[in-house]
Every structure is written in C-alpha cells, then in structure tokens.
C-alpha cells in the first residue's frame, strides 16, 4: 500500500530481456533506504526490489504488467517516480493507493496558469467512471485531486511548481502515456452497487431465481 507522494525519481540505467520477465535497473540515491524483497512503487506500479545497493536497485517486471502498464515502453535514460512501501501508523498525505495500475490514459495538454500547470489526461473508461471532481486520482504514482472532470474522455489537474518540479509530470510532452490507479473507494463502492444492482434484477418474490 502507498499514498502516492513521491519520494524521489530515478533512472533507468540498464534493461535485461529474459524469458519471461524484464530486469530493470534502476538508478536513485533511494536505494540506500530499501533491502531485497520491498515493495516500490515505480510510476505507480508496485514492484519488488530485487537486488539493492546505495546507488539504485533492480526489478524483473512481468508480461502482464509491461502489457498493462507504461513499463513496457521504458528505454533505457527514462525517469520514473518512486515510493516506499507506506507503514501504518504514519501520517497519510496523499491518499490510499494498492499499486494496482488500472490502465494508462495520456496527456492531452499542459499549459502554465501563473504559478502553476494545468493539465488535462485521457483516462481509461473504467476508472473515468470511477472518478469524480475534487476526488483522488493517481498519475504516474502521483496523488492528486481532480479539478474538473473532462466530458466522456477525462480529467483536469493542477499541479504545484514542487510537483512539477520533483517528479517526472514536468517531462511529460502530450500524448505521452502514463499509469492510472482509480480511487479505491470509488471501486468498491462501484462493486457493491453492481452487485446489487445484479441480484436486484434477478430477485423473484416466489423464491426462485429467473
């Protein structure tokens, strides 16, 4: 579990093809803080640290999660956001997120509004109809509120000249992809009305279901 505020970026320095899996290194001062085994968000992907050292760590990503997620388009100089694993008890500054890439949506626009950015995302249906205006979305790992919904396609957000600054937002061109986590409350509430909504529809009175 995280709460997408990220805690550094780092580099991908080197990419390994085996069989089934993707290695990548990847560079950050962050390395200190983990050992083998930890989970890290990178881009909002949760993933395990697989070796460690002070200069960066390692992770062997999966075909499921390249196919789902922008990691299967990283090359090799590409900066990535990341997060430790949250420990309960800490304060909670963004919001609760599983690490789950629901899908990748896309920057439509970026532009500066005085001391700070907007920028509009394409979002993935499933989590579009999940999210609400002044509700949490997480972008590339990032936490953030939505400022305003965009018809049928997705989201606006503001982001602060330190967000800007300190995570990979800031080098996103339009069309560029990024992960999309869903607020987690919104998906179990989806759930519990659609099943609902299912039985609802099935119910009949003599007892027998149609």
Not at 79 to 100: I, K, P, S
Not at 107 to 119: I, Q
Not at 126 to 134: A, E, G
Not at 192 to 204: G, Q, V, W
Request: negative net charge; glycine residues 12%.
């Amino acid at each position: 579990m995280f709460t997408g505020i990220v805690e550094a970026t780092g580099r991908i320095e080197a990419i390994e093809d085996r069989d089934t899996t993707r290695s990548f290194r990847i560079r950050t001062p962050l390395g200190a803080e983990l050992s083998p085994g930890d989970s890290v968000a990178v881009d909002g992907g949760c993933l395990t640290a697989v070796t460690v050292d002070d200069q960066g760590f390692t992770v062997d990503v999966i075909g499921t999660t390249l196919a789902k997620t922008i990691a299967g388009g990283y090359s090799e100089g590409a900066v990535v956001n990341l997060e430790r694993a949250m420990v309960f008890g800490g304060r909670v500054d963004g919001h609760l997120v599983q690490g789950h890439v629901d899908g990748t949506g896309r920057l439509l626009e970026v532009r500066r509004d005085g001391e700070f950015w907007l920028m509009d995302f394409a979002l993935p249906a499933s989590v579009y109809d999940l999210t609400i205006t002044h509700g949490s979305i997480t972008l590339n790992g990032v936490s953030l509120t939505v400022a305003e919904l965009l018809p049928d396609i997705g989201c606006r957000v503001g982001i602060i000249p330190f967000t800007f600054e300190h995570t990979n937002l800031g080098e996103l061109e339009p069309e560029a992809p990024v992960n999309v986590e869903g607020d987690l409350l919104g998906k179990y509430v989806a759930r519990i009305l659609t099943t609902k909504e299912a039985r609802t529809a099935s119910y009949d009175p003599s007892g027998e279901s149609s």
